[in-house]
């Protein structure tokens, strides 16, 4: 059974999809010494945004019962972090290595999706502690 039904897939592939990310950037940044390194980024918004534009159109609508609303098994939404790769981010080169890594928009990347990973993490887990909750409540009935 899933809580969270497909607000939860969104919510984990919106985490999924930052965590990668991160990792991207923080191979960018430790290798911001070497020579002719040319860093990655990993673009997934515009992937993320037609995903979820799309379940609008999966979902139906049907009541199978009285308190029951049917969603599809498969959406686009899910396993997109696995599609989404990274790709060389070229400019001209920042220093005499010929290094293409700018370390300020790399940090500045790095502290944006840090940030609101953790306000996704905090989210799900108070959406899983009110779930909890309500189920723990309804066993005392």
Do not use: C, W
Not at 110 to 119: E, F, H, N, P, Q
């Amino acid at each position: 059974m899933k809580v969270l039904g497909l607000f939860g897939d969104i919510l984990v592939e919106g985490m999924r999809l930052r965590e990668k990310r991160i990792e991207v950037v923080a191979g960018n940044i430790a290798n911001a010494s070497t020579p002719n390194f040319v860093p990655f980024e990993l673009s997934f918004e515009k992937e993320f945004q037609r995903a979820v534009f799309e379940l609008q159109d999966e979902i139906e609508l049907k009541v199978t019962s009285k308190r029951h609303i049917r969603e599809p098994e498969e959406t686009a939404i899910r396993e997109l972090s696995k599609k989404v790769n990274p790709k060389p981010k070229y400019r001209a080169p920042i220093g005499m290595d010929r290094n293409l890594v700018d370390l300020e928009e790399e940090y500045g990347i790095m502290v944006k999706d840090s940030l609101i990973y953790r306000t996704l993490s905090q989210f799900f887990a108070k959406e899983a502690y009110l779930n909890k909750y309500v189920l723990d409540e309804a066993g005392k009935v």
